[in-house]
């Protein structure tokens, strides 16, 4: 007895002639409505967690800000508050305050670097060196009517020398910088 009272609770609601409203709109208008009013208040309130962000940077972090005219300028952190950003330019003395509503975009540099590149080529200079060392040490070449300090030297630079220039190189070849968005205009 229920199931024939479902189909036609169900069949009445399908095939109804009259729209369902909600002051005096049809429902797909107030979703529409409240669609985009959610939209706006979730882009409002992501834009102010981005603000409060670029709030909490630290000074002296490195930053380009994008301004309105979309023009990049590398620079410097030094503070900001509720309507501007303060910032260093690279290559100018002084502090350049940038309303926020004149600002674009904010990203922060972040430099990374491994342990294992430097840790790499000093091992490789190191082995580099030593193989090197042995070479000056073992070759039948005499030293002449000379002491042969000349040659000691050489053979301890290149013991010592090597891993350092490993080291090095191994350092600024792992070495990245990367962008992070603080901030960004919807």
């Known amino acids: ?60 972090t490195k930053l380009i800000v994008t301004t309105g005219g979309l023009q990049k300028e590398s620079a410097v952190f030094v503070r900001a508050d509720e309507s501007h950003v303060v910032i260093r330019p690279r290559g100018i003395s002084g502090e350049k305050a940038i309303a926020r509503t004149g600002v674009h975009q904010i990203n922060e540099l972040i430099t990374t670097t491994s342990t294992e590149g430097p840790l790499i080529g000093a091992t490789v200079g190191l082995a580099v060196g030593v193989l090197s060392f042995l070479a000056l040490t073992l070759s039948d070449t005499p030293c002449g009517d000379s002491d042969c300090t000349g040659r000691n030297t050489l053979r301890w630079s290149l013991v010592a020398g090597l891993p350092t220039a490993g080291g090095v190189l191994g350092y600024h070849a792992t070495r990245h910088t990367t962008q992070r968005i603080v901030y960004r205009v919807p």
């Open 1 to 60: 007895m229920t199931a024939p009272l479902v189909t036609v609770l169900i069949a009445s609601l399908v095939a109804s002639p009259v729209p369902v409203t909600a002051h005096g709109r049809t429902i797909h208008e107030v979703i529409d409505r409240e669609a985009g009013r959610l939209a706006v208040t979730a882009q409002h309130e992501d834009t102010e967690q981005q603000w409060a962000d670029v709030r909490k940077l630290k000074p002296g």
